[in-house]
């Protein structure tokens, strides 16, 4: 919602752009190896992803412009790397704000400042906050300059029908209604998921009782980059308030409505203007503010049992819903699409067979059940839904205002990138090693003489340390890549590599298998289960 007398999309700050719908049809493809429905931030990636492994999608997207509001405002650090992957991390990086530490307050004072773990030698941040208009922007930007993308706005998908050998999908424009087919459909279609509806599945999960105000204001606010909890303040005594700096003085404030306090008065202009107001006097600012956005906000933890359907896949919002204490929702999103991305893209080319496809729901529903269990913690902190939970909270705080131990108790869970220990492409880790990154786990990425690891891997990449096996061998597949590395480096350290070892990294930065004495056998073996081709990749 936005003050009396501005529209939706008449930001403070903020441009929409207004998209056409597609002109001249009958000059546009009916079909494509790959239909992605919803060009939001899921959906974006998706296709950048696979344009990266040199697929062809159409974007059917049914509004006319970005999604309004701020929205998802916190990236994480593993998103970087989705976005440097696809090429379109430059002006994230330009725009948005690093940030490592996290300050909370209990009625007024502070009792934790926590720092999220970090050094120079990161290559990033480990959260980076910025608007999820901006998000969009930098992904269309991207996106719009690849010759394998074609967005088509204002075109609403409306009906999904299964056919041998693909989806046929009926599109609504400007100019009528037509039929596309696709040989597979991601449905990036958000949490109210039309394409869900249309295959008959529903969500599963748990709605949390908390809501929240979720208010965006302009302001010279003299703070760093530090994300504020205030519990049991003066403003909202009982409840509980965030506070985030976004870029182009923009200030995210998140507020909790009391039970029995009704939504709809809440979200009047007047009592949002004088709950932000009674919040600022909190945070010491005496300058003025302009308010910018809000809305309002409850917890669910909701999945799909099954995140593939036939020859359609969910990504994002439609696939899962999380609150956002724990920044996963879009952060997560991203992480399906380039799974699925990396993975359509293999098999489309040939280069995998169609059971390397069956591995996405383990990886990625096991990554959201993971969020479900240490969100639901965080959620009850922020937002207790009982007597006894609230009983618990305020002695855990009140005591951290004399014994800063039980200030830890505040502390949100940091977010670390899921692991696919359980993956059916998983391969069982060698015992010999005693650290470094197993099997499943995202790969390290230490920094080199010039740059980082992380900017030298490409497709599958085998990293080979001190005189490994003659990598000239590997020339029997495309797409591998071989990095040969020395012993007295950062990475054999990291990597707790010996003379002989091997790792085989995934196209998303994943370990897939590692050897501690490998041979060329082993890596072939891998390959060839982990792409479903019988008798190994060749
Ligand atoms: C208030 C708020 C704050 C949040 N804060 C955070 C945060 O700090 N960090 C975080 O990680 N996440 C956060 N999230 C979550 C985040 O915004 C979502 O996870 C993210 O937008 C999901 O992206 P998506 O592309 O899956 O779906 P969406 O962004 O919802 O995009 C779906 C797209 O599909 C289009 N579409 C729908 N139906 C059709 C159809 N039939 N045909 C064609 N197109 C269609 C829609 O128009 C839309 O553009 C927040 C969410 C909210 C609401």
């Known amino acids: 919602m936005r003050p009396a007398g501005r529209s939706e999309l008449d930001s403070l700050y903020f441009t929409y752009p207004h998209f056409d719908g597609p002109s001249d049809r009958a000059r546009l493809s009916d079909d494509a190896p790959v239909a992605i429905v919803g060009a939001g931030p899921v959906g974006l990636t998706a ?35 989705i976005l440097d992957r696809i090429g379109a991390l430059k002006p994230f990086l330009e725009k948005s704000l690093g940030w490592t530490t996290g300050r909370t307050f209990y009625r007024g004072k502070q009792i934790l400042e926590f720092r999220m773990p970090d050094s120079e030698a990161e290559r990033f941040r480990p959260m980076y906050n910025l608007q999820q208009q901006y998000i969009e922007q930098f992904l269309w930007e991207a996106a719009a300059a690849s010759p394998l993308i074609e967005i088509r706005w204002q075109s609403a998908v409306t009906d999904v029908a299964d056919e041998e050998d693909g989806v046929r999908l009926s599109v609504s424009d400007p100019d009528g209604d037509y039929a596309f087919k696709a040989d597979w459909v991601l449905a990036a279609d958000g949490a109210h998921s039309p394409v869900r509806k249309m295959r008959g599945l529903r969500l599963q999960g748990e709605n949390y009782e908390g809501r929240y105000v979720i208010a965006d204001v302009r302001m010279e606010h003299n703070y760093p980059t530090i994300r504020r909890a205030l519990f049991d303040p003066a403003s909202r005594p009982g409840g509980t308030v965030l506070v985030h700096r976004q870029p182009d003085n923009i200030w995210r404030i998140d507020y909790q409505l009391r039970e029995g306090e009704s939504a709809e008065e809440a979200t009047q202009e007047a009592e949002v203007r004088r709950n932000v107001e009674a919040v600022l006097t909190d945070l010491g600012h005496t300058g003025g503010y302009d308010l910018e956005w809000w809305s309002v906000y409850s917890a669910n933890t909701l999945a799909l049992d099954d995140y593939r359907d036939g020859r359609i896949f969910f990504i994002g919002d439609s696939a899962h819903i999380v609150p956002i204490f724990g920044v996963r929702g879009l952060n997560n999103g991203l992480a399906d699409a380039q799974n699925i991305g990396w993975k359509l893209g293999w098999v489309l080319s040939g280069r995998a067979g169609e059971g390397l496809l ?29 007597h006894g939970w609230q009983v618990m909270r305020d002695a855990a705080l009140s005591l951290a205002l004399t014994h800063p131990y039980a200030g830890a108790l505040a502390n949100p869970r940091q977010m670390v990138p899921y692991t696919y220990a359980d993956s059916p492409v998983t391969l069982e880790d060698d015992p010999a090693f005693s650290s470094g990154p197993a099997p499943g786990s995202v790969a390290a990425d230490p920094p080199l003489d010039q740059g980082h690891l992380s900017e030298r891997l490409c497709g599958f990449t085998v990293l080979s340390f001190g005189n490994g096996p003659d990598t000239g061998a590997l020339d029997w597949m495309e797409d591998v890549t071989v990095l040969r590395i020395g012993l007295e480096t950062d990475v054999a350290r990291a990597y707790d590599a010996v003379d002989g070892t091997l790792y085989l990294i995934r196209p998303d930065m994943y370990v897939a298998a590692r050897w501690r004495q490998g041979d060329l056998d082993g890596i072939k073996n891998a390959l060839g289960h982990i792409l479903q081709t019988s008798g190994g990749a060749q």
């Not at 990266?52 to 998802?72: Q, W």
């Not at 069956?358 to 207790?384: I, Q």
Request: aromatic share 10%; glycine share 4%.
């Open 47 to 81: 296709a950048l992803t696979l344009a990266s492994e040199g697929v062809r999608s159409v974007v059917l997207e049914r509004k006319a412009t970005f999604n309004d509001g701020s929205r998802a405002i916190c990236i994480a650090r593993q998103s970087y790397y």
């Open 358 to 386: 069956d591995s996405y729901t383990p990886e990625r529903r096991g990554a959201t059940l993971d969020v479900f269990a240490n969100a639901s913690k965080s959620t009850r902190f922020m937002t207790p839904p009982s």
